[in-house]
């Protein structure tokens, strides 16, 4: 399946609990975790974009999206106001960088379950809303901006308060964020 939704790689977080940028983690055998995620997606998405603070961090080609400039925000927020700003398209899939597990049956449902009139798809598991791992439509774009403007970066909020769909995945596995020392040593040996 390629299609031509394109893909957005959410890598500009500050990885605090991890303790280092998990972003540049290698992963498999990737360099980083990061272009572990690139080559994954690019057999699923004609085009593949990575959101960033700073391209400078990473030292592979690929489409980058900087985040708006703002004073110590490290959420998300950022990322999807320049990835609005720069696609101009009308809907995009959102993966954060740490979420390596997050295959193409999944996505593709997320796909197929995604409507025009919509202004969000995203995943649930029996731990919660993933944000992190949905389609976003153009239509909240102005919630974004006045999202950063309030310094608010809770999606699950936003989520609650648009047109979201909530689609229901009953096995949590493939969504494991790599948040913490312990997670990322968890996927390495899910790996192999």
């Known amino acids: 399946m390629i299609t031509n939704t394109p893909c957005v790689i959410f890598a500009g977080g500050r990885s605090s609990r991890m303790q280092e940028d998990k972003a540049l983690l290698p992963f498999g055998e990737f360099k980083t975790l990061t272009e572990f995620q690139l080559n994954k997606l690019s057999k699923i998405f004609s085009n593949v974009y990575i959101s960033c603070k700073t391209k400078q961090k990473f030292d592979f080609q690929a489409n980058f999206i900087e985040d708006v400039k703002t004073q110590n925000v490290y959420a998300p927020t950022a990322g999807f106001v320049a990835v609005f700003e720069t696609l101009q398209c ?42 992190m791992c949905g389609i976003y439509h ?39 964020n790599l948040n913490k020392p312990q997670d990322y040593q968890q996927a390495l040996n899910a790996l192999h």
Do not use: C, W, Y
Not at 105 to 121: E, G, H
Not at 139 to 155: G, I
Not at 162 to 176: R, V
């Open 90 to 131: 009308e809907s995009f899939f959102a993966l954060s960088v740490d979420a390596p597990f997050v295959n193409e049956s999944i996505i593709k449902r997320l796909i197929d379950a995604d409507n025009p009139i919509l202004d969000a798809t995203v995943a649930k598991t029996p731990f919660g809303i993933q944000p």
């Open 138 to 176: 153009q239509s909240l774009k102005s919630s974004f901006l006045q999202m950063l403007e309030q310094d608010n970066h809770k999606l699950g909020f936003l989520l609650k308060n648009t047109q979201t769909k909530i689609i229901e995945f009953q096995d949590d596995t493939p969504f494991l």
